[in-house]
Nanobody
Framework: QVQLVESGGGLVQPGDSLRLSCAAS???????MGWFRQGPGKEREFVGF????????YFTDSIEGRFTISGESALNTVYLQMNSLKPEDTAVYYC??????????????????WGQGTQVTVSS
């Protein structure tokens, strides 16, 4: 059984940095891995994803270049580096994996496996 496990969340101050990690247990070969987040009282929203073939990454516009995604496809491990954090970044962050090629990777429906989420709180 495949599981994705996130780690690295916590309480930080505005302007701080944080790096989230996500590792898959079980053997899968993913096409892409993504990050989503769900703030208090909000729906889960797209943050970014990485396609392993070529390593291209895409982010939601609201990130404004503050976040980066990296990882190791062979290990199905992905990282979300978050810089210049703002209070509005407060959310539970989820990683996800998609096995098949293609798909609209900006939406939750495109992904096959999900982690349990890790809380990120940005507050002074």
């Amino acid at each position: 059984q495949v599981q994705l496990v996130e780690s690295g969340g916590g309480l930080v101050q505005p302007g701080d940095s944080l790096r989230l990690s996500c590792a898959a247990s079980g053997r899968i070969s993913s096409y892409a891995m993504g990050w989503f987040r769900q703030g208090p009282g909000k729906e889960r929203e797209f943050v970014g994803f990485i396609r392993w073939n070529g390593g291209s990454t895409y982010f939601t516009d609201s990130i404004e270049g503050r976040f980066t995604i990296s990882g190791e496809s062979a290990l199905n491990t992905v990282y979300l580096q978050m810089n210049s954090l703002k209070p509005e970044d407060t959310a539970v962050y989820y990683c996800a994996a998609r096995l098949r090629t293609g798909g609209y990777l900006y939406h939750t429906d495109a992904f096959d496996y999900w982690g349990q989420g890790t809380q990120v709180t940005v507050s002074s």
